[in-house]
Nanobody, 121 residues
Framework: VQLQASGGGLVQAGASLRLECAAPERASKAYTIGWFRQAPGKEREFVAAIGRRAYYSDSVKGRFVVSRDSAKDTVSVQMNSLKPEDTAVYYC??????????????????WGQGTLVTVSS
């Protein structure tokens, strides 16, 4: 299954962006949809996920909100109060697992192509 992330762009610090992941056959609650990001020269890191509940990394907790629309087969992440350190390529991915496994990218089997978010200071 091919997931597709969209909604990235160039914004100033403090602005908001909404990323959307088109996840055919994966946006139902039977799967966990996760968001990861990778900045230049850095490893891919967990951002947020929604399975039976929402999960967030400490760096985005309180600023990002992940939500699911099963009718549209999409999962979105509303990103508020963006900071320059949020600059990265953002990827969505699906996993058949729940719980503590949502933080590990190796538990995700299907990935989207990524969308670039650039936050200027």
């Amino acid at each position: 299954v091919q997931l597709q992330a969209s909604g990235g762009g160039l914004v100033q610090a403090g602005a908001s962006l909404r990323l959307e992941c088109a996840a055919p056959e994966r946006a139902s609650k039977a799967y966990t949809i996760g968001w990861f990001r990778q900045a230049p020269g850095k490893e891919r890191e967990f951002v947020a996920a929604i399975g039976r509940r929402a999960y967030y990394s400490d760096s985005v907790k309180g600023r990002f909100v992940v939500s699911r629309d099963s009718a549209k087969d999409t999962v979105s992440v509303q990103m508020n109060s963006l900071k320059p350190e949020d600059t990265a390529v953002y990827y969505c991915a699906s996993s058949p697992y729940y719980g503590a496994t949502v933080f590990s990218p190796i538990k995700y089997h299907d990935w989207g192509q990524g969308t670039l978010v650039t936050v200027s200071s």
